[in-house]
């Protein structure tokens, strides 16, 4: 068990936008910590030079605070230097670190330089495939007299550095799936730092690295990715060899499409800056993946805000299970939220998806804006996600009629006579009107034409919603109308109801 302050790390390589899956994990890291009152450190992963990208840590940066997720100890932050406690926290520029540990482990003889070529190696690893042996490194450099690796220095050869493992199994704790074993000959000498070209430093590799990194961050809980389990094993040996305690583990299962295949683009968004940009908002993601892999203890709550998480989360109740995600589950969350949230707020958020339909937003005008509002405020607790909005408001600027005419469902109810006579009515009192048409006009219409032909109910209602909408439902007239009026006096590309009876009945 562990004394004294928790300490959690989440460890993002930058080689590309954050996964919902990492975000997952940098989530369960950042709750464990802070219902702990322990320390959240954020490292970046960048050993791989060639696939790290300086933007795609920035946009993680951005992607873990638009979560609401903070951190003590980190690259950069409100709260932290790059020093920090244990810094740097850029794997990048603590090679020196790791070159100096590696002298340390060559010097006590528990690693030894490997010589062998990529040729050798392929050939070793054919002919244990051909044997049906174990399909792992034979350890032949391990057996190398000294005076066979000086000379083999003095000539210039390249060398990896390998671990030499020990006859031990490799064992450690996981709280997700309790205790876990490895025999050692399945994790043979691993690699811990590449072969180099001459006159360049060999790179050290991921096991190596994260295990150096979480020990001298002083990582007490390492949660992360079940993909990492086979990992794991490598990692322990190397705290063994330099005398360092073996942190716990808590690895989370795999996300799941639908399909239960692994979580890919193919099941749709995956990335949080596509979820963002989609118009889900930040408390329906944490919420979502919160809910991803842990469970509420009275096994049904599943609204939760950050803070309520914080309070309600252990490692305990995480689920080994696969975890499959529920992209209708996430809308539900997002339409509760969007309905919790401010109309501000929500209005601010929607306005990037009007730019081909309203005045760009250097030119903005308040009268525009102010309608927009109303706009966002009317239609928002019908989206899934905001981006929806504008396909959801199109008909409030205008639509198609001879389509609308034509869709099946709409056809039948205008093949009816009444439809004919009502619409017919109705574009008689819109010819003799002169001004826009309000609510209170437009009931006094339909009450006069009720009275006129007889024809009351959906017979009168339905034609009328699709001659002014497209649609046989929709929002209340008694705010849909305003808006389309009010839109069009403002000048906006919107239809007045006058055009739109005029247009669809063929004035
Ligand atoms: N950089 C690794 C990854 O993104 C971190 C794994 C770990 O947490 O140990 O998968």
Known sequence: M??????????????????????????????F???????????????????????????????????????????????????????????????????????????????????????ELAAEHQLAIKQHGPQVYSGRCRRLSPETVEKNLAAGMPFAVRLKIGMEPLRFRDIVRGAVEFAPEAVSD?????????????????????????????????VRGDDHISNTPRQVAIYKAFGWPVPEFAHLSTILGADRERLSKRHGATSIATFREMGYLPEALVNYLGLLGWGAEDGKTEIFTLAELTRAFTLERVTPSPAIFDFEKLNWLNRHYIKLASHERLTALARDYFGGMLPA????????????????????????????????????????????????????????DSARTVLTELANRVRSHSAWVTPEVFKAWLNDIKAATGVNGKELFHPVRIALTGMQSGPDFDKLLPLIEDGAALGLPVTSVQSRVEQFVGV
């Open 2 to 31: 562990t004394t004294g302050k928790i300490r959690v790390r989440f460890a993002p390589s930058p080689t590309g936008l954050l996964h919902v899956g990492n975000a997952r994990t940098a989530l369960y890291n950042w709750l």
């Open 33 to 119: 910590a802070r219902r702990a009152g322990g320390v959240f450190v954020l490292r970046i992963e960048d050993t791989d030079l060639e696939r790290s990208e300086a933007r795609y840590e920035s946009q993680l940066i951005e992607d873990l605070r638009w979560l609401g997720l903070d951190w003590d100890e980190g690259p950069e932050g409100p709260n932290v230097t790059e020093k920090g406690a244990y810094g740097p926290y850029r794997q990048s520029e603590r090679l020196k670190i790791y070159a100096g540990l590696t002298e340390q482990l060559l010097a006590e003889d528990k690693a030894y330089r490997c010589f062998c070529t990529p040729e």
């Open 190 to 222: 691993p690699i811990l730092v590449r072969s180099a070209k001459e006159g360049e430093p060999g790179m050290p590799v991921y096991n190596y690295v994260v295990t150096i990194d979480d020990a001298l961050m002083k990582i007490t809980h390492v």
């Open 361 to 416: 937003k250097d030119a903005a005008r308040d009268d525009v804006e102010a309608w927009f509002a109303r706009l966002v405020r009317l239609f928002a607790p019908s989206v899934d996600h905001l981006d929806q909005l504008p396909a959801k408001t199109s008909f409030v600027f205008g639509f198609d009629h001879e389509a609308a005419r034509a869709r099946a469902e709409n056809a039948e109810v205008l093949a009816a």
